[in-house]
Nanobody, 124 residues
Framework: HVQLVESGGGSVQAGGSLRLSCAVS????????MGWFRQVPGKERELVAS???????KYADHLQGRFTITRDNAENTLYLLMNSLKPEDTAMYYC???????????????????WGQGTQVTVS
């Protein structure tokens, strides 16, 4: 049974930083593409960043430079470091896993079939 559990969300002032974590269990973590998404009530879910099993990353264009996605395969943990936070970064952040292409993120947003429960980030 696959489980993804996010942590690290909270309230922060504009300009501050947060690091989100996602603990993964129940499968061979290293062979999955991993991603962070966010969603604001009433708006579509947005892919923030993804990282494949080899560490290749991809970011939403407007977030690159402020957000950094990393993974620790030995610890089965995914991270998202968010710097220079803005009020518009306020959202529920979700960690997700994609097992479509054995660790590669070729499937895009539609490939993510496993989800965590989310962690709220509020920037004021």
């Amino acid at each position: 049974h696959v489980q993804l559990v996010e942590s690290g969300g909270g309230s922060v002032q504009a300009g501050g930083s947060l690091r989100l974590s996602c603990a993964v269990s129940g499968y061979i973590y290293g062979s999955y593409c991993m991603g962070w998404f966010r969603q604001v009530p009433g708006k579509e879910r947005e892919l923030v960043a993804s990282i494949d099993s080899e560490g290749t990353t991809k970011y939403a264009d407007h977030l690159q430079g402020r957000f950094t996605i990393t993974r620790d395969n030995a610890e089965n943990t995914l991270y998202l470091l968010m710097n220079s936070l803005k009020p518009e970064d306020t959202a529920m952040y979700y960690c997700a896993a994609d097992d479509t292409y054995y660790g590669y993120c070729y499937a895009g947003e539609d490939g993510f079939g496993y989800w965590g429960q989310g962690t709220q980030v509020t920037v004021s």
